[in-house]
Structure formats: structure tokens, C-alpha cells
């Protein structure tokens, strides 16, 4: 049997409960699935080879740049990432007056990122160019621009995260008085506490 056939008969719940299992959290297999979504969004100079941290300093910020207090998922909370959208939103006088794909910015396909767990790099060196419409094998629509891990890889809980888009030299601009801004959204199946079965 292809170890690649294996990977796909595991459904992203089972994932999760396999991955809590293995390390030491058994009763996350419990709790309540849910459908989940966490981002975070980074001030940058548009243009400009850069590397861009998401999900370091949520601590420092407020909706709408992220939905999270900290890069970890809370005590029975985890993750299984189903897709990423990489967005660019501008902003002007407080306000968001445009929100894209950031792949729709001619160089941005080459950039690439890392995801890392605690210390350890589970996505290394991807480019955003599987999100490209062109290049989509998973899109369902010509204009779909999201990135589709091979496996569902999980978030588990209070685990620090962080990842990391290295953005070449590219056409991007910003007009007077604006601030661009660059996103990470990560969506999948989820685990939220579930007070009657676990306590």
C-alpha cells in the first residue's frame, strides 16, 4: 500500500484524536468539533523583499487584524489545517477600503513560507504558487486562490505557532496615506473544551 493512500483515509477529526494521543492528550477525542478559522494580519512596506512573521505578536493587537490572544490554542482547543488563505487588505484613515488574494500581486506566487510548531517546521519552504487559479488542483472555481496542505496537519493545544512568508522583490504599491497589510488565515476542523464530557 502507498504511504500517500494511507495519509488520505484519515479523516481530519481522526487526525486530531491521533495527534492528541500520541501526545499525551487523550481526552480531546471528547470534546466538540467544530469548524474553526484563526488569522492574523501584518503591517508591511509593499514592494519590498521582506520576511513576514504571522501569529508571533497576536498579543499586541485586536480584531479585526486577528481573532486570537496568544499563538497558542487554549487548553482543548486544536486544529487540523484544511486550507490557507494568504489575503492583503489596505487601510486608510482606520479604515479597510480593499481586500484581496495577495497571490492577484504580480511576484507574490514566489514567496514562501514556513510553518512552525513550537520549534519544529511542519510546512517547509512552500511557495504560494499551488494557490495560484492556475496552478489550483484543488480549487473547485477558476478564481479560487486558497493553498491546500497534502495532509491535514494539526494545531494542537498549547503549543506556540508561527509562520513565516519570505516575499521576494515584487510590483505590490501603496497609495498616500494608506497601509497595506498582509494575511494568514488557517482553516480546518477544530476541537473546542466540551465541559460535559470532560468534566
Not at 474553526?36 to 479585526?64: C, H, M, R
Not at 514556513?114 to 496552478?135: A, E, G, Q, V, W
Request: aromatic share 10%; net charge neutral.
Amino acid at each position: 500500500m502507498k504511504a500517500n493512500g494511507i495519509f488520505r483515509s484519515v479523516t481530519p477529526s481522526a487526525k486530531l484524536a491521533m495527534v492528541n494521543n500520541n501526545i499525551g492528550n487523550p481526552a480531546l477525542k471528547y470534546n466538540q468539533g467544530s469548524t474553526s478559522e484563526i488569522w492574523d494580519y501584518q503591517l508591511v512596506t509593499p514592494g519590498t523583499k521582506q520576511v513576514v512573521q504571522f501569529f508571533g505578536d497576536v498579543n499586541t493587537k485586536t480584531a479585526p487584524y486577528t481573532n486570537l490572544t496568544t499563538n497558542t490554542l487554549q487548553v482543548g482547543e486544536a486544529l487540523s489545517m484544511s486550507y490557507i488563505a494568504w489575503t492583503r487588505i489596505v487601510v486608510k484613515a482606520g479604515e479597510i477600503t480593499s481586500f484581496t488574494a495577495l497571490n492577484a500581486v504580480d511576484g507574490i506566487n514566489l514567496a514562501t513560507f514556513n510553518f512552525l510548531l513550537d520549534n519544529s517546521r511542519i510546512i517547509k519552504n512552500n511557495s504560494l504558487t499551488r494557490s495560484n487559479p492556475l496552478f489550483n488542483t484543488q480549487g473547485s472555481t477558476a478564481g479560487n486562490a486558497l493553498f491546500f496542505p497534502d495532509t491535514n496537519l494539526v494545531i494542537p493545544p498549547q503549543i506556540s505557532f508561527t509562520a513565516e512568508l519570505s516575499v521576494p522583490a515584487n510590483t505590490d504599491t501603496g497609495g498616500v496615506d494608506e497601509e497595506v497589510y498582509y494575511g494568514c488565515h488557517i482553516f480546518g476542523t477544530g476541537a473546542i473544551l466540551n465541559l460535559k464530557s470532560n468534566v
